[in-house]
């Protein structure tokens, strides 16, 4: 199917054009054979329209096998790499964490620095703005396409935080800024380049100190009506349930943030459940399928509205692999309205401490307002 959000087109030839650039900018690169299937253009007519891309300087073949592949590898094609960089940054608690990629979708720079939980905002931009040019110090002589930024917490609360970091961001670099809350970009990122890679619809749950999430449809983040989609944290489990630090009783995250998990498995860190799972202790096992299970009902619920069965868990209790997924798995499958087991698809997060970077970068290449040719100038040293 063709992408649903296009410009007008002025002729067929460039809208068809348009959506192979669009294809290429979102999933970094592809075959001949993927822009048919992506398209729904025929093999002839791809042939010919990445031909003149290519001529034009667009597009360029790149040659990297899939990991596994044996045999002749098809080539690939991607952006132009020289067409500009993108920053993705992420803020969260604890510390900034920034990437730097290129039209390729290629990682070329990345870097984190820890604060104090307790660090104003203004001195977590100062540090963020000095590490993203320090990134971009590796690349000497690159063009600075955009920044996407990520964000804890909910972001629609705080517009003059956000509007702070816009703005410093703009200030220092000159170019398009976007942000959003950092655990959706987390999961726009595990569909881009991490565990759903190539699955157009995912739910992905971050189970950390608060339980977020995202929402990824046809590979778009769905965002809602007030911005806040993939709130999986606050789905109600029980009416008469604990208080949730959201005002309401019995949501989600009150039984399987990580700290309460832990508590109720009778250890203090992720590291010391894991060990207590391996040697198949009772209580971190009960403990285990009791939260696996809130956590399988709240995403069947969602799976089942949206006709979703592929979900991936990231956040602290990622680090529990298989114990985790297990009981989630078992009770999607049961409770989701399909025909084989094997439909469901629950995996862990692949992308560790970048995927919320990563996620402000496909934030950035999946917002087609953001011009992405290369003919901006340099301005990676602009002052603050
Ligand atoms: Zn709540």
């Given at each position: 199917m063709p992408p649903r959000r296009l410009h007008p087109p002025r002729s067929p030839r460039r809208a068809h054009e348009a959506w192979i650039l669009e294809h290429l900018r979102r999933q970094g690169r592809a075959s001949r054979a993927e822009l048919v299937e992506a398209t729904g253009l025929s093999r002839a007519t791809v042939s010919a329209l990445t031909a003149d891309l290519l001529a034009a300087g667009k597009v360029v073949v790149t040659k990297t096998a899939a990991p596994g592949r044996v045999g002749?590898?098809?080539?690939?094609?991607?952006l132009d790499p020289a067409a500009g960089l993108v920053l993705g940054l992420d803020f969260g608690h604890t510390r900034v964490a920034v990437v730097a990629a290129d039209?390729?979708?290629?990682?070329v720079g990345s870097a984190s620095r820890p604060?104090?939980?307790t660090t104003p905002w203004e001195t977590r931009r100062a540090i963020a703005v000095r590490l993203a040019r320090k990134v971009l110090d590796g690349q000497p002589g690159a063009t600075l396409a955009a920044?996407?930024?990520g964000i804890a917490g909910s972001i629609g609360d705080r517009p003059a935080v956000v509007g702070a970091i816009r703005e410093a961001f703009t200030g220092a670099f000159g170019v398009p800024v976007r942000t959003d809350?950092?655990?959706r970009l987390a999961g726009l990122a595990e569909s881009v380049w991490g565990a759903a890679r190539g699955i157009p619809d995912v739910l992905y749950v971050r189970l950390s100190s608060g339980v977020g999430g995202a929402v990824i449809l046809d590979g778009r983040v769905h965002r809602g009506r007030g911005d806040a989609a993939g709130e999986f944290g606050h789905v109600c489990l029980d009416p008469a349930g604990p208080l949730c630090r959201c005002g309401r009783r019995g949501c989600l995250e009150c039984y399987v943030r990580v700290e309460t998990v832990l508590a109720h498995g009778g250890?203090?860190?992720v590291s010391g459940l894991a060990e207590a799972l391996d040697r198949d202790d009772q209580?971190?096992?009960g403990v285990l399928a009791e939260a696996g299970q809130r956590i399988g009902l709240v995403l069947?619920?969602?799976?089942?509205?949206?006709?979703?069965?592929?979900?991936?868990l990231g956040g602290d209790l990622a680090a529990l692999g298989e114990h985790l997924v297990r009981p989630v798995r078992q009770t999607l499958a049961r409770h989701l309205p399909l025909d084989e087991v094997d439909d469901v698809t629950v995996r862990t997060a692949e992308l560790g401490d970048l995927d919320g970077a990563l996620g402000g970068v496909a934030l950035v290449l999946h917002d087609p307002s953001i011009t992405f040719t290369g003919s901006l100038p340099p301005r990676l040293t602009g002052s603050a």
């Open positions: 002749r590898t098809p080539q690939s094609l991607s039209a390729a979708h290629e990682i604060y104090p939980r920044v996407g930024i809350n950092n655990a250890v203090t860190t209580r971190a096992r069947a619920g969602a799976g089942s509205v949206l006709d979703v069965s592929t979900a991936v």
